[in-house]
């Protein structure tokens, strides 16, 4: 079983609870870090995303300056697989993971056993990039990153913008898992290049994913937090739609998160996509 994070996810962000649910389960939990995340390779040459330039190419119709996109992110999947031998996988993935995920079963079905999306883009045209955009309103500016604590803060503020508003979220945890992760790695450069890839990516392979979702022939569990601000709940909506073998799970008073109490729900909705696959 593999999982793919979302943007800025190192591997050590997915809830404990959930892999140590998972072991207990009798699964092999695979767990990685994407381009410019973690101790993965960063794509530190090419330096913070060239925003001016970027958003003239995208005016222009022409492809974004960026170091990688999703697809490139998605053969890395399949790469490390192979360098596992490691044939094929049960596949989870999460927000811009549930991206990476499709697009390795739309390129590389024969690696997929089963998809598990949690709040993930369908690339349905029409739909808000941020479902809630007034959420963010009250966040102060990103900082440059130069100071680690003002960064922390931040991320931490972002975090709980994250987060239903329906349910208690312990602050001190969230700040705790943050200073884990700089800790392991810090590169708030990498992080930003990697958030545009996978906005400006996720835009630029939404019609490939949407048009293609069709054919994807392994069981696919959609699940979704009805309080997402980010990713709209109508894309897990849609993925069920659209894809025969696919359940839309939706999870009242739940966020853009993945946290640690729901670990069971989680698991149980992997498990669910798993016993329905065919190998």
Not at 93 to 103: E, F, K
Request: net charge negative; with cysteine.
């Amino acid at each position: 079983m593999l999982l793919i994070g979302g943007t800025a996810q190192q591997l050590i962000d997915w809830p404990d609870a959930l892999v140590e649910e998972l072991v207990r389960r009798k699964y092999r939990v695979i767990r990685i870090d994407n381009r410019d995340v973690g101790l993965s390779t960063h794509f530190t040459a090419y330096g913070p995303p060239q925003y001016e330039a970027i958003a003239q190419a995208v005016s222009q119709g022409k492809s974004a300056p960026l170091p990688y996109t999703l697809t490139d992110m998605a053969n890395d999947t399949v790469g490390l697989l192979d360098a596992l031998g490691i044939q094929s996988v049960h596949l989870v993935g999460a927000s811009m993971g549930g991206m990476i995920a499709q697009l390795v079963v739309l390129d590389h079905p024969e690696y997929v056993n089963s998809l598990t999306l949690f709040a993930t883009d369908s690339g349905k045209p029409g739909l808000p990039k941020v479902a809630k955009p007034d959420v963010f309103a009250a966040l102060p500016a990103q900082p440059s990153g130069e100071d680690i604590e003002e960064f922390v803060e931040y991320q931490v503020k972002l975090s709980l913008a994250l987060t239903s508003p329906n349910h208690p979220v312990d602050e001190t945890d969230i700040r705790n898992q943050w200073l884990r992760s700089v800790k392991r790695a810090y590169d708030p450069v990498g992080l930003a290049r990697q958030a545009s890839v996978a906005y400006l990516c996720g835009v630029d392979s939404a019609p490939y994913r949407w048009q293609n979702l069709e054919k994807i022939h392994v069981p696919v569990i959609a699940l979704h937090g009805a309080d997402d601000p980010i990713v709209p709940v109508e894309s897990s909506q849609d993925i069920a739609n659209k894809i025969s073998e696919a359940e839309l799970i939706i999870i009242t008073d739940l966020g853009h998160e993945l946290p640690a109490y729901l670990a069971p729900v989680f698991a149980n909705a992997i498990s669910l996509a798993v016993s329905r696959a065919k190998t």
